[in-house]
């Protein structure tokens, strides 16, 4: 049981920095301009995508470098001939535009690349398992999954709070007014900062797309688990999107590891159904059975006990 | 009501429609279309007329689908013996029961609150629709015989037309609820919410309970819209409460228009239409779809319910004349655009086919096939660039004064 | 040019139809094509094997029939894709089309949720309007209830269902004395759920030390890192994985294993084709099984591989992914031929009982009672060597490892069928 924890905790932890990769640039974009990105999941897919194609020309490791910086001037360009001129039109046509542009997203994936999965691998440098615990492997190239998103945190933090930029970015975000007053160019701020964010999206699918796939529904099915993340660790807070990331991950990690059911549940309380009661199914559910829908229960959960999400303050 | 005329008109055209249609595939998709057009009616309450965008309207859609199919399963069994004609009813429960479990959580909040809560509800029921087999039938979903209930007047729905027919009355009566709500105290309450919750509730009324009487009334219909669905196909599967057609029917809304009673109808008929057909001629029909989402929602955030709205108003106030030669210039560059934007998507979905367009033969492996697209693209849209000044212009000018902007 | 008044040339074009359909009208009716709408998506995240398999039945039916003067006295097969983007509502539009074009017999099989909608729509529409009625060909939709409980006289099923897989793939299992605890995985939905109810069952009854260490199930498509469930399977101490899983999950769930460093073998169905195996590619290498109908490597049958070969010449990038589809063709002609009509009750009724030597060289019979094909099932597995048609110009392909012959793929089923009044 402990060595399944472990693993549990491990590719939790590794799961829950990927998703903070994501939700960090949905957190920094709804920020600075009010609008949950729903495409935003789509960079993150079109990272992978890029990388795969330049890799077979130019080998992997100069794609981890041009897929994100490729995705972050296509987010750039998506804000400034997009977003913008949909932004006087309402939070709403906002939210509905990102909606759109996902949906196009994929579309447009699947008629450049097809829809089949893409046969995306590791690099063989990293290509080897760094450790062997209890009869299963542990891939290097988990660990350098690891320590990428955690020096993604680390330097996004240090970036916003002790650089210069990032001290005019945060002002932009409060007092869009006084900065533009002081002489900055507040819609160039916020088209960077989409770029910035669409570039670490980018860069998330360059270095997941080999382990969890590169194939056109990949953005589907992370994007509203990003969403949650951003909402239940309150809107436009980086720490709290941090710490609902990892809580996400481990949850899910551990729900599988567990083997915890309803059968169980109503044992406990000594209630017993006949085999074929019409709700049959919902009283045979186990955890593990549901663990990757747990997210969404926790949504739910959180926007009714603590709109605010954990981070978030009532201000807004 | 002032419009008892176009309420008439519109029975007339119902009435006609299918004589005018009448193969089975027409009869088909018309019987479709009525189904989409409550649809996006009962979602645009929600969005329109309350300001909740909801990604997970289809659960009541599929719910209500799902009780419909169930009478329907259990009278072919000759467990019970509901006449067809009440099975609506019974979709329009269930999606009010729906609505009234999960509403009365999720309404609690309006805004970004209450659209990821819709989203999260929407992603879990999805899921749980193919998780739970014994009540949504699984993969097979779960089907019925419409033509097992008692006959009414020797009328036992196996044609067609019949369906139609029973589904056009529904239809009718459900818009015709919709629109008296709109005008109704409890109706004006939502739009006031919408516009400025603050100050509703300032005035003593509970932004929270408007907006639960508001989602209770798009369940209500979303469940009847389920019933008909269920009813017409004679099954219904997960598919029915999927993501895929909570986003459908955002996008009928959005194509024509959110803030008029007749966008969305005009958005469903569309949209119905487009699907229906487009993918004779193209496999890209989906991705012509999400361009002309997005497009529609970047350039006419009124959806083509307001378009039209516009240039009757111009028309009314005899101004239509003076936009005549600004769009005259526009039209043609706009058309050659968009024609070598399709072809360069369908160039691009067709390797190794040709594609032959006014005496040329198109092919993906030639470069050149390429480069003259994209130039002839780029030439158009130099132009565009140039004609479009003087259309916004006339359009900004015809529309100064007089003109009522937005919403009615 | 000179403009005619137009009644004047509606006049002289009925005139003319006239002449010309007195003279030529015996003969056009001869010449008449038998069309077969195929209805099965074209567009949206499921058309790749839509449109692969309308390209093998369209190659088919010019190679076998059109090419060598028709069928039933030189009439055309004309094979009309109709899109349903794997929708209930849009397939049963397509049928509706098919019906007001005059179409009588529909191929479908991708998603058993289509499957379902068209058998019952079509028995529906037979009872209803007798003078058109329409046949369905189902060539992949597996979920066993269309040849059980929802059995239709209007349904043929020309794939073994999924308890006829897993009772090969159980037999494939028990005849290997290494393997004696069994991990099962699969979708959470009804196939995923049937593939695992039918391992409980038949496993043990197979072999009496053989157990299942475990019954896993997970939302579909929902899953975004197969590594927590592969520690499950590790803890649980399986030497062999079964899984019903398709698509993306399957790639997720093999790489998963492969990362892990796992030597288990993985039974599956659904494990190959369309960018799958390329994808495997090293990780699926002798460990990947999986169980299907018209195997390939070593080639059966010289008629297989002329057919393969030129089919692959005339369509590079594709494979015959599914020669179920030519049976499904070879038994429908030979039927209409049978017959003596295109009639689909005619046709029906010499379906029923038939028989067929496939390409492949095999039998096949379809059984009267409930409409389901029976065939000699075949596990693979998945590797490059002795490979002569790789799949997905990859180099990897499946080989043949275990056969299970007809007679003993034979399972009881609990159809009562409507047949229709004679």
Not at chain 1, 98 to 116: D, H, K, N, Y
């Amino acid at each position: 049981m402990a060595d399944a924890l472990l693993f549990a905790t491990l590719n939790g932890l590794v799961t829950g920095l990927l998703l903070f990769m994501l939700a960090s640039g949905v957190t920094l974009i709804f920020s600075m301009m009010g609008v949950l990105n729903f495409a935003h999941a789509s960079f993150y897919m079109l990272g992978a995508y890029f990388a795969f194609s330049l890799s077979q020309h130019l080998g992997f490791w100069p794609a981890l470098l041009l897929a994100p910086l490729l995705t972050g001037v296509l987010g750039a360009l998506v804000e400034r001939y997009g977003l913008r001129q949909v932004h006087r039109h309402g939070a709403v046509a906002e939210l509905v535009f990102t909606f759109g542009l996902a949906f196009l997203i994929e579309e447009l994936v699947q008629l450049f690349w097809g829809r089949a999965t893409q046969d995306f691998r590791v690099p063989a440098l990293l290509d080897f398992p760094l450790f062997t615990l209890f009869g299963q492997d542990f891939p290097a190239w988990r660990a350098f999954m690891l320590l990428l998103s955690l020096g993604i945190f680390a330097g996004l933090y240090a970036g916003l709070t002790r650089t210069r930029y990032g001290l005019i970015l945060r002002a932009a975000i409060t007092h869009p007014q006084t900065v533009a007053n002081l002489g900055h160019n507040v819609p160039r701020i916020f088209m960077l900062a989409f770029g910035v964010g669409t570039a670490l999206a980018g860069l998330a699918g360059v270095i997941a797309g080999p382990v969890l796939g590169t194939w056109p529904g990949m953005a589907a099915s992370l994007g509203s688990l990003v969403f949650v993340i951003v909402v239940i660790g309150g809107l436009g807070s980086l720490t709290g999107a941090f710490v609902a990331a990892l809580l996400i991950g481990l949850l899910q990690s551990w729900a599988i590891a567990s083997s915890v059911g309803m059968a169980d549940v109503l044992a406990l309380l000594g209630v017993s159904f006949p085999p074929d009661h019409p709700l049959r199914d919902l009283w045979r559910l186990t955890l593990p059975q549901v663990a990757p829908l747990l997210p969404y229960v926790l949504l739910v959960l959180m926007l009714l006990l603590r709109p605010a999400g954990l981070a978030g303050n009532r201000e807004d | 009501m002032g419009s008892r005329k176009a309420w008439a008109a519109a029975a007339a055209l119902l009435g006609a429609l299918p004589l005018l249609f009448d193969s089975v595939l027409s009869v088909g998709i018309l019987n479709q279309m009525l189904i989409a057009v409550l649809f996006a009616l009962s979602y645009n309450t929600l969005l329109g007329q309350g300001g909740l965008l909801s990604f997970g309207h289809a659960v009541y859609f599929g719910l209500g689908g799902y009780v419909a199919a169930h009478a329907l399963r259990l009278t072919e069994l000759g467990s019970i013996g509901m006449p067809l004609v009440l099975l609506p009813l019974a979709g329009a429960a269930g999606g009010l029961l729906a609505a009234l479990l999960l509403g009365s959580v999720s309404t609690r909040r309006g805004g970004t609150a209450f659209t990821m809560i819709s989203l999260g509800l929407g992603e879990l029921l999805a899921a749980a629709a193919l998780i739970l087999v014994a009540f949504f039938g699984g993969e097979a979903g779960i089907s019925g015989d419409r033509t097992a209930g008692p006959a009414l007047l020797g009328v036992n729905f196996a044609r067609e037309t019949q369906v139609y027919y029973h589904a056009a009355v529904w239809v009718f009566l459900g818009a015709l609820c919709l629109a008296a709500f709109r005008q109704t105290p409890a109706g004006r309450l939502a739009m006031a919410v919408r516009d400025n919750p603050l100050r509703a509730q300032c005035l003593g009324y509970s932004a929270a309970r408007v907006r639960l009487l508001c989602f209770l009334v798009a369940g209500t219909f979303a469940g009847l819209a389920g019933a008909l669905f269920a009813i017409h196909n004679e099954i219904i599967t997960s598919q029915a409460l999927g993501t895929a057609n909570a986003g459908q029917v955002l996008l009928m809304c959005f194509l024509g228009g959110t803030g008029y009673f007749l966008g969305p109808v005009l958005g469903a008929v569309l949209l119905t239409l487009c699907s229906a057909l487009l993918s004779d001629y193209t496999t890209l029909s989906t991705l012509y779809l999400g361009l002309l989402f997005v497009g529609c929602v970047m350039f006419l955030p009124e959806g083509l319910g307001g378009l039209l709205v516009q240039l009757h108003a111009r028309w009314r106030h005899g101004r239509l004349g003076s936009l005549a030669r600004p769009l005259a210039r526009c039209a043609l560059p706009t058309a050659a655009l968009l024609l070598s934007g399709v072809l360069l998507l369908e160039l691009a979905a067709r390797e190794g086919e040709v594609l032959h367009v006014a005496g040329l033969a198109l092919q993906a492996a030639n470069v050149w096939s390429w480069l003259g697209l994209a130039g002839f693209g780029a030439v158009a849209s130099l132009l565009l660039r140039r004609e479009l000044p003087a259309l916004q212009a006339a359009w900004q000018q015809t529309g100064a004064a007089h003109i009522s902007q937005g919403r009615p | 040019m000179f403009r005619m008044p137009l009644p004047a040339l509606r006049h002289l074009a009925l005139a003319t139809s006239l002449a010309l359909g007195s003279l030529f009208s015996p003969l056009t009716l001869a010449q008449e094509p038998i069309r077969i709408a195929f209805i099965d998506p074209q567009s949206g995240s499921f058309a790749a094997t839509g449109n692969s398999a309308y390209q093998v039945l369209t190659f088919a039916a010019e190679h076998y029939y059109n090419s060598r003067g028709g069928v039933l006295g030189g009439r055309r097969l004309e094979v009309v894709a109709l899109d349903n983007k794997a929708a209930v509502a849009d397939s049963q539009l397509q049928l509706r089309r098919a019906i007001s074009e005059g179409m009588q017999f529909v191929i479908s099989g991708q998603s058993s949720a289509v499957a379902s909608a068209l058998s019952t729509g079509i028995e529906r529409h037979n009872e209803r309007n007798p003078e058109a009625r329409v046949l369905l060909l189902n060539y992949a939709a597996v979920d066993p209830v269309l040849t059980e409980d929802a059995c239709s006289f209007w349904h043929f099923r020309f794939d073994a269902h999924a308890d006829m897989k897993m009772a090969v793939m159980a037999d494939h299992i028990a005849a290997n004395p290494a393997i004696t605890r069994v991990y099962v995985i699969g979708q959470d939905y009804s196939f995923g759920q049937a593939v695992g109810a039918a391992a409980a069952r038949l496993l043990p009854a197979r072999r009496a030390d053989l157990q299942l260490v475990g019954n896993e199930l997970h939302p579909i498509g929902q899953v975004k890192d197969f590594t927590p469930y592969i520690s499950k399977i590790v803890a649980s101490g399986a030497n062999a994985v079964v899984t019903g899983n398709w698509g993306a999950d399957m790639v997720a769930l093999a790489h998963g294993i492969a990362d892990a460093g796992l030597d288990l073998p993985v039974y599956t169905f659904y494990a190959a084709y369309d960018g799958i195996t390329r994808t495997l590619g090293e990780a699926g290498r002798n460990r990947i099984h999986m169980v299907h109908n018209d195997h390939a490597n070593p080639f059966p049958s010289d008629e297989r591989r002329d057919f393969t070969r030129a089919f692959e010449a005339a369509h590079p990038e594709l494979n015959v992914t599914q020669p179920r589809l030519v049976n499904t063709l070879m038994m429908l002609v030979q039927a209409m031929e049978a017959a003596g009509s295109s009639d689909p009750l005619q046709v029906a009724l010499a379906l029923e009982d038939s028989r067929l030597t496939t390409m492949t060289g095999e039998q096949i019979w379809m059984r009267p009672q409930d409409h389901q094909l029976f065939a000699p099932l075949h596990v693979s597995v998945h590797t490059d060597e002795g490979i002569e048609f790789d799949l997905d110009r990859s180099g990897w392909g499946l080989r043949t490892v275990h056969t299970t012959p007809l007679e003993a793929t034979l399972t009881p089923s609990s159809c009562q069928m409507q047949r229709p009044a004679p």
